[in-house]
């Protein structure tokens, strides 16, 4: 008796698929590498014209004319670094104030008054400062 072999299912399990380990589905998948595409092209695009730009600069002899044309014709370019170095600096600055909120509140917690049940005030925490820092 015969055993009809179909190559596909010989090595379906014993050769895993190629990026599956992801848990994402196709579609999601494909809107990863969609994004990940637009933004690589986004970049490609801004480097070469500022490349382009430094480029007629020094050719331009670096001349106070070159300058301020290349400086009208180009600064609306700047929007997009701009943005993109704004968000994790945006970020970091928010992220700093929470956790600066955070140790006034641990100092806070463990500052013992001189009265029991008294809240300490500014400069006492201003002072007790050094004990977290």
Same mark, same amino acid.
């Given at each position: +008796?015969?055993?009809? &072999?179909?190559? =596909?299912?010989?090595? /379906?399990? @014993? ?7 992801? =848990? ?5 998948? $494909? *809107?990863?590498?969609?994004? #990940? ?6 970049? &490609? ?5 500022? #490349?382009?730009?430094? &480029?007629?600069?020094? %050719? ?5 004319? @070159?300058?301020?044309? !290349?400086? =009208?014709?180009?600064?609306?370019? !700047? &929007?997009?670094? +701009?943005?993109?170095?704004? =968000?994790?600096?945006?970020?970091? %600055?928010?992220?700093?104030?929470? /956790?600066? $909120?955070?140790?006034? !509140?641990? /100092?806070? *917690?463990? !500052? %013992? ?10 400069? @006492?925490?201003? /002072? #007790? *400062?050094? +004990?977290?820092?």
């Amino acid at each position: +008796m015969a055993i009809p &072999i179909q190559p =596909g299912r010989l090595f /379906r399990r @014993a050769l895993p698929a190629p990026g599956r380990d992801d =848990g994402l589905t196709r579609t999601q998948r $494909r *809107e990863k590498d969609d994004r #990940a595409t637009v933004w690589a092209f986004v970049w &490609i695009l801004f480097t070469f014209k500022a #490349a382009t730009a430094v &480029i007629i600069w020094v %050719v331009a002899s670096r001349s106070a004319e @070159a300058t301020s044309i !290349l400086a =009208g014709t180009h600064w609306f370019w !700047l &929007i997009l670094p +701009m943005i993109a170095v704004a =968000g994790p600096l945006v970020y970091q %600055v928010r992220v700093r104030r929470v /956790r600066r $909120r955070v140790r006034a !509140l641990r /100092r806070a *917690e463990w !500052l %013992v008054t001189q009265t029991p049940g008294m809240i300490p005030d500014a400069e @006492a925490l201003k /002072r #007790a *400062e050094w +004990m977290l820092d």
